[in-house]
């Protein structure tokens, strides 16, 4: 298969298939079900990339879960990360929960450590993180990630969610970038 996408000024091709991403998710929710058995854990989707494989994650989920969200900012319209991480809408009392921080990608680690810090201030029982992506190559920060779906190379992916200038996030399949 070689699918190719164009999205505004940039070409991506096929990475990783809508099968193989649906197989890493259930794996994934097979270990959350084992590991949270008897709990009821708070899923926080981190918007707006990590809404498809929230929203695949958690229909495999067999033990009973809360759904919160807050958005995340951190990407410009192009491929470089700001270095700012814009956190919106913590509504919610986070007390004794067990938190469970749905993402698509882990980067340089920095939206996740600003959010785990500003989660702790609530108090919950545990914090863990679930990213169907992980760029294990781009990390400055040390953060810990339990549920990881694929650690790929240092290079810039579309679409399961993730957008390259807001576009391709309702893709299928994960793209990387093509230069031909
Ligand atoms: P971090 O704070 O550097 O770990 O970046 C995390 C956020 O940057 C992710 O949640 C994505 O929204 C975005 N991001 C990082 N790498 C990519 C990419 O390859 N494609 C699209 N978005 C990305
Ligand atoms: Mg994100």
Redesign the pocket.
């Known amino acids: 298969m070689n699918k190719i996408v164009q999205l505004n000024d940039k070409k991506f091709k096929i990475y990783l298939s809508e099968d193989e991403i649906l197989i890493k998710v259930k794996e994934l929710a097979d270990r959350i079900n084992k590991d949270y058995a008897g709990k009821t854990p708070t899923m926080l989707i ?1 918007l707006k ?1 990590a809404m498809l494989f929230a929203s695949d994650l958690i229909r495999e989920l067999k033990i009973g879960c809360k759904l919160e969200v807050i958005s995340a900012k ?2 410009g319209s192009d491929m470089e ?1 700001s270095g700012l ?1 814009k956190l919106k809408y913590i509504e919610s009392n986070f007390k004794n929960s067990d938190i469970i921080i749905v ?10 450590k600003t959010l785990t810090d500003e989660l702790k201030k609530y108090g919950p029982a545990s914090i863990e993180v679930a990213s169907i992506l992980s ?1 294990p190559q781009a990390r400055k920060e040390d953060v810990q990630i339990k549920y990881t779906g694929f650690e790929i190379s240092n290079l ?3 679409g399961y969610g ?2 390259y200038a807001e576009l391709g996030r309702e893709l299928r399949d994960i793209y990387i970038l093509y230069e031909d």
């Open positions: 981190v990339g951190s990407y990360s991480v993402e698509d990608i882990i980067d340089s680690g920095l939206t996740i760029k810039f992916v579309v993730l957008d």
